[in-house]
C-alpha cells in the first residue's frame, strides 16, 4: 500500500529552527507538496519538490531525496503565527495525492 | 483568501436531512475536488471535476452526491448520512487537473459537518 509517515505533534520555541520530516512509500513520485493548515482555515500551498535537494523560500525551506523516500520542512526563526499543521503529500505515478496525517506544531513563546 | 469560498462553514444535520454544501471559485481554474479531512487522518480525496467532468469517484457512498454545473462552482449533495460522516469537508481548485501539471491545490475553509 501506499503510505505517508509524518509526527503527530511536534513542539518549538519561538525564534527557534524546527525540522518536520516526511518519509514516503508510493507507487512512483511525480513530485511532493507541502501544505500549512492554520486552525479552522483553509490548507495553504507552502513548497513543491520534485527534483533532489533543497528549495529555500523565505524561512521556510524543504528539502527532497527521492533515493530515501524522505522529505523535510525546515521552519527558520520561528514565530507564534507559524503555530499550525504542515500536510506532507506526494503524488505517485498516476498523478493521484497521497496524504500524510499531518504535523501539529505548537510554538512556545 | 485564497479565491475558493464555501459556504455553509458549519453544519448540523441529522440522519434523515437532506442539505447541500456549496463551493465557489474565483481562480478560472479548470478543476474543482471535494476531500474529507477527519481528526488525525489524511485527507481522503471524495470527487474530482475536470472541465465540468468528473473524473474520479474513490468509492464514496451514494449518500454523498456531487454536481458542477459550471466550473466555477461545486455542490455536495447529502442525504440519509451517518454519524461517521461528521467531519471538515473541504472544496479545492487548481488550474489544471490530475496529471496536467499545475495542480497547486487553492482551498476553501471547508464545512465542518456534525451529523446527530
Known amino acids: 500500500g501506499q503510505n505517508i509517515d509524518q509526527p503527530t505533534e511536534m513542539t ?3 525564534g527557534a529552527i524546527v525540522q518536520i520530516n ?25 513548497s513543491y519538490n520534485v527534483l533532489d535537494g533543497l528549495e529555500e523560500k523565505g524561512r521556510f525551506s ?25 500536510l506532507c ?12 496525517a499531518g504535523t501539529k506544531l505548537i510554538i512556545k513563546p | 483568501e485564497t479565491g475558493v469560498t464555501q459556504t455553509p462553514r458549519h453544519l448540523v444535520m441529522g440522519m434523515t436531512n437532506k442539505k447541500s454544501l456549496k463551493c465557489e471559485q474565483h ?36 449518500r454523498f452526491s456531487p454536481e458542477c454545473p459550471n466550473s466555477s462552482h461545486l455542490f455536495l449533495h447529502l442525504h440519509t448520512l451517518q454519524p461517521e460522516d461528521s467531519a471538515l469537508y473541504l472544496c479545492a481548485s487548481s488550474q489544471e487537473g490530475p496529471g496536467g501539471g499545475n495542480e497547486k491545490l487553492f482551498f476553501g475553509s471547508g464545512t465542518q459537518l456534525s451529523v446527530l
Open chain 1, 22 to 46: 516526511c518519509t514516503y512509500q508510493t507507487s512512483g513520485f511525480n513530485g511532493l507538496f507541502w501544505y500549512q493548515q492554520h486552525a479552522g482555515e483553509a490548507p495553504t500551498f507552502l
Open chain 2, 27 to 62: 481562480l478560472g481554474h479548470n478543476a474543482m475536488y471535494w476531500y474529507k479531512q477527519s481528526a488525525k487522518k489524511p485527507l481522503e480525496l471524495m470527487f474530482v471535476y475536470n472541465f465540468k467532468e468528473q473524473t474520479e469517484n474513490n468509492s464514496v457512498p451514494s
Open chain 1, 89 to 100: 503529500a506526494v503524488r505517485d505515478s498516476n498523478y493521484q495525492l497521497i496524504w500524510g
Open chain 1, 62 to 86: 524543504s528539502f527532497l531525496s527521492r533515493s530515501k523516500g524522505y522529505s523535510y520542512l525546515l521552519l527558520k526563526e520561528l514565530q507564534m503565527k507559524d503555530s499550525a499543521s504542515y
Open chain 1, 12 to 14: 518549538a520555541t519561538e
